[in-house]
């Protein structure tokens, strides 16, 4: 089991940043790679970002390429998403998640574990 805590949302003008961290426990060892994915009101959860545990390999959905950034502390067994440059259409519920077993990183269903989610709210 792996238990993941995210922290960071809130609200923030147009322009803004924001740090998201995810804080991930239990069997963190079988870590294939981590994510987030978001979900805005009346919209399907979408792929945001992902980052590889082998080799630090990451991945972007386009529309936050340039603005948004994913990394990892290996010591606090956490991943951070820093969003710069945030747009009010990146309003959204954000989620953390988990695989322990191969898969692709923009797939939802190869993430075994999942956040509780935090909100992300961007005023034009």
């Known amino acids: 089991q792996v238990q993941l805590v995210e922290s960071g949302g809130g609200l923030v003008q147009a322009g803004g940043s924001l740090r998201l961290s995810c804080a991930a426990s239990g069997r963190t060892f079988s870590t294939y790679f981590m994510g987030w994915f978001r979900q805005a009101p009346g919209k399907e959860r979408e792929f945001v970002a992902a980052i590889m545990w082998s080799d630090d390999s990451t991945y972007y959905i386009d529309s936050v390429k340039g603005r948004f950034t994913i990394s990892r502390d290996n010591a606090k067994n956490t991943v951070i998403l820093q969003m710069n440059s945030l747009k009010p259409e990146d309003t959204a519920v954000y989620y953390c998640?988990?695989?322990?077993?191969?898969?692709?990183?923009?797939?939802?269903?190869?993430?075994?574990?999942w956040g509780q989610g935090t909100q992300v709210t961007v005023s034009s």
């Open positions: 998640a988990t695989a322990v077993a191969s898969g692709h990183p923009r797939i939802e269903g190869d993430y075994d574990y």
